[in-house]
Antibody
Framework: QVQLVESGGGVVQPGGSLTLSCAASGFTFSDYVMYWVRRAPGKGLEWLALIGHDGINKKYNADSVKGRFTIARDNSKNTLYLQMIGLRFDDTAMYYC????????????????WGRGSLVIVSS | QSVLTQAPSASGTRGQRVIISCSGGSSNVGSNNVYWYQQLPGAAPKLLIF???QRPSGVPDRFSGSKSGTSASLAISGLRSEDEAEYHCAAWDDSLSGTVFGGGTKLTVL
């Protein structure tokens, strides 16, 4: 079945960097738009970025990301990435990857399924 | 502060019907599909309703969605203890060119 497994989270100091990975299986990864979404403690879900099925088109939540995060994918490895630099205390959150159900399409806010998440803690 | 507005909490007794609302604007709910996600404690979000009122296979018909203008609603009938979770609405925003979420509504089953 379709499965998404995030990894790479951990504790990092303010200003530090981290790269999250999302290993996909059970579907043709290269056919689908992929997303990163996070949830900070005590807050709601927050969309961060999306990447087209071919890795060319990318969109970011400019307010949250502010040029610090980069989404990427390696279709040969069925893996999605989120590279994060200049991490701040308010980046502490559970980070989820999610798949768009529309083959080579774009649902916009249609995320199914989600991975179980990778926890990032920014702490000095 | 979230772009879409949801009440932070809701409650109902077992068997009751509860409605959770999501209010947006013309650039998001008013012009795009609304999606609802259920997040059980300690778990990842799960798709509950897609394209305003469609249920994925496996989601009980106790859950239903609707949309009118710039507002959307999720109705849960025959409330059960396992429905105790947080519910999030989401839509694409044409002005922001990104996905926007509500702040989430925590449902308590009394």
């Amino acid at each position: 079945q379709v499965q998404l497994v995030e990894s790479g989270g951990g504790v990092v100091q303010p200003g530090g960097s981290l790269t999250l990975s999302c290993a996909a299986s059970g579907f043709t990864f290269s056919d689908y738009v992929m997303y990163w979404v996070r949830r900070a403690p005590g807050k709601g879900l927050e969309w961060l970025a999306l990447i087209g099925h071919d890795g060319i088109n990318k969109k970011y939540n400019a307010d949250s990301v502010k040029g610090r995060f980069t989404i990427a994918r390696d279709n040969s490895k069925n893996t999605l990435y989120l590279q994060m630099i200049g991490l701040r205390f308010d980046d502490t959150a559970m980070y989820y990857c999610a798949k768009d159900p529309a083959i080579k399409g774009f649902g916009g806010a249609w995320f199914d399924p989600w991975g179980r998440g990778s926890l990032v803690i920014v702490s000095s | 502060q979230s772009v879409l507005t949801q009440a932070p909490s809701a409650s109902g007794t077992r068997g009751q019907r509860v409605i959770i609302s999501c209010s947006g604007g013309s650039s998001n709910v008013g012009s795009n599909n609304v999606y609802w996600y259920q997040q059980l404690p300690g778990a990842a979000p799960k798709l509950l309703i897609f394209k305003n009122n469609q249920r994925p296979s496996g989601v009980p018909d106790r859950f239903s969605g609707s949309k009118s203008g710039t507002s959307a609603s999720l109705a849960i009938s025959g409330l059960r203890s396992e429905d105790e979770a947080e519910y999030h609405c989401a839509a694409w925003d044409d002005s922001l060119s990104g996905t926007v979420f509500g702040g989430g509504t925590k449902l308590t089953v009394l």
